[in-house]
């Protein structure tokens, strides 16, 4: 079973949330959609709905995050949902007891959905393969593999000021090799029909079969941009240049570091996203992020309506079929 | 003052929950029936009932335990409790101030319930002592003394599954000296009325004078568990071995580890307890633990309805004569 | 732009509440006022009104506090928002990222209220200063400088017991040259009229330029609080003596320890105050803190009320100017 297949219930409604890759044209648009409907409950003065009351929603953090933790406690709330945060490394499991007998505990006790954010690729889809029928799995991030919610937020901020995905130029930068995002953005990006997709970072930090996905890899950031309507900066985590995978951070600034005159080789209307949290000098400078192009904050506000709509579409299959 | 005696209010209903010692088998029964009438909350699609509305439990952990507080953060939740976790080995305790200071601060703030994990034996009563009079305590497990909400979703369990416990024969196997939860088992299951009761473990783990308790002891496990109806297995400690009591696990398991053959040992319909979290292959095998005589995923399931139970008993009795 | 004017919108209503000094005698008594009419919410069967339904109220502890994080999350709740606490010193600041891009964050996320503790003084008016026109800031201790809504529960405890602040004397003991609860009770008690304001303590522990706020030193604790209608001791940090300050524990109780007999030298119907925790035997005696005059588990509960009041007021006035 592919994590596709694992991710749909017989109808083809989701189930679990695990990647971006494989679904369908139609059903990103549905998540889309659903989102923009619920954009506007964060602008209300009671920023509730009752859609998810009485359910239960774990965060189950095998690696911290407080930004998106913080994001699926807030999206949870505001649905009405009981949250738990369970900061599993510093749990049970440090008295022994396995995974899959943590995950049959949480099970029994009626939980009726897990975030589960954990550093090796294939965990959210392992874990949603073990879990009760009646329990869905949403990947908050596992290792390289993917953060389809993030890669979902940043399809609605680009449908917000783009309207439509197939001519559109999109170039994602910087690492690619160790980032969940790029892959998830790639896979979603292909499907909603952007066919000028871009690659661009140090030879370092591209995957060599990364074209097999249908995107083009520029090595120089200027050409890879050149024109673009959507740039999106990938966060540079300062381990790879611990590892001698670059040599140093202003070096890495001088060649990939998006400035406001490298800026100026990408449309005039472009937008230039980054999932957070921003190393301002090392992949972006702080006159860009903070700019009139950046979209970064927007982004944030977005996810909130991504998770919920997510929650909401998920629980609300669930409660069809029970 | 007995810990009986302060557990009760003047009409003999449940003021604070400390230990099964000396609780009637009826008020017993009560729990369990009372429980009962939660057990179904945790299937419906709204797990959520307004009982503790608008009163405010206190999870005071002084001791890490992730499983307990969970449940009972889940049980408080469920009944529409405000609830705050407060884990007071990094607290104001670490500014000097007493344990005394603390509790009357909580209770300033008009807190109802406190939730008390200690390592100390007698912590929870000694805090039962305490408190002012609008307020009540559950012991969460305290040292080697007592795991009260423990025992009575064992006792729920076995109640679902064999009707009437006077003619039982249930055999409590390991670490007894150093188990809160074995204490917790055999006062709640001779005052339910098991006469056969079994205690089995190594010389070293039994304490001498376990027999006032009306208990018998076996060294052996295949005589200990023989025609039993009900076996729970308690949970080895890993610092046991370091403290020369035990061999080492390998030992352990050969000796004392509950296997699928000298599970024949015991009756066809035989039910395998544990309180969690399980060692797979110190204490039992993987085989027994997952196989069909194992209810320990439904011991979970009824700690929630327990701890609900006994929540919304002790808040019922408080505002009734508040 | 002073602190008093961010403090307040172009009404003259509360939008921030950062420190005491500067606001008008008719704002504290409106907050205390208010104040007045929660009290009775914390003795309620249902300790719970809808004011802040809908609202996400972030704790956003830059220093650990688990006395005031508890009552700002109690009063939170009690307001029925939703309540997030963010320990900023584990989170995402480690992995590099600015407090201002933290802050730009939490309020995408459509975040209405930050509670904000620092162990720099001037830290939460930055933060007010930086936030968006729709978020409001509440300090709940920043370094040496201010703790307003600990001083308002102060000014709420002494009008219960004494009525009106004109005619009192007040001694405010011990280390004030470190306290933020010094500084803001100062403020508060001279705008609200009292005249005779007297600062007790060692020379080493009270600043040179203090006389400036209208207050007269003493360095003898008898001559100090003689005839003193409120005493108010302040918590002693164990730090001041390593750094050489003060001599030892047992010399600084016994020149300004309150004692029994020392306390002879005040008004028959004089209270004592502590904003908590106290260290018995440092900087009062366990009789005086538990005695007829002590008042300090009352400041607690008014705690309670006095930021439910603080809350609601900014909540109130922020919902009309939307």
């Known amino acids: ?79 009405s949902a009981d949250v738990l945060n369970l900061n599993i490394s510093t749990s049970s499991t440090s008295k022994g007891e396995s995974l899959q007998d943590t995950l049959h505990t949480l099970e029994a006790m009626h939980c009726d959905m897990f975030i589960v954010r954990h550093a090796s690729s294939g965990a959210a889809h392992f874990i949603a393969g073990q879990v009760a029928p009646g329990i869905s799995v949403i990947n908050g991030g596992d290792g390289r593999n993917a953060h389809p919610t993030q890669a979902l937020l940043d399809m609605y901020t680009i449908r ?16 690619v090799a160790h980032s969940r995002v790029a892959r998830s953005q790639i896979h979603a990006l292909k499907t909603l029909g952007v066919e000028d997709l871009r690659i661009v970072g140090p030879k370092t930090l591209i995957p060599a079969d990364i074209t097999a996905l249908g995107v083009r890899v520029f090595y120089d950031l200027e050409a890879g941009i050149e024109n673009a309507d959507v740039i999106t900066m990938l966060r540079l985590q ?34 230039v996203m980054h999932p957070g949290p921003i190393n301002r000098g090392v992949e972006i400078d702080t006159h860009v992020a903070d700019g009139p192009h950046s979209v970064i904050l927007q982004q944030v506000t977005h996810g909130i309506a991504i998770r919920m709509a997510v929650m909401a579409m998920i629980m609300g299959a669930a409660t069809e079929s029970h």
């Open 160 to 175: 917000e000021h783009k309207r439509d995905f197939p001519g559109l130029r999109v170039a994602i930068v910087g690492d």
């Open 1 to 79: 079973m592919t994590e596709t297949d694992i991710q749909l219930d017989h109808k083809g409604r989701l189930k679990h949330f695990l990647t971006t890759e494989g679904l369908s044209r139609q059903l990103l648009t549905d998540i889309l959609d659903t989102a923009a409907s619920f954009a506007e409950v964060g602008g209300r003065a009671v920023k509730k709905v009752p859609l998810l009351r009485g359910k239960t929603v774990i965060n189950l953090f095998f690696e911290a995050s407080t930004r998106t933790r913080t994001t699926f406690e807030l999206a949870a709330k505001r649905l």
């Open 238 to 271: 300062r381990e790879r240049m611990r590892s001698a995978l670059l040599p140093s951070e202003h070096e890495y600034f001088a060649c990939y570091g998006l400035t406001e005159k490298k800026l100026k080789s990408a449309r005039k209307d472009v937008i």
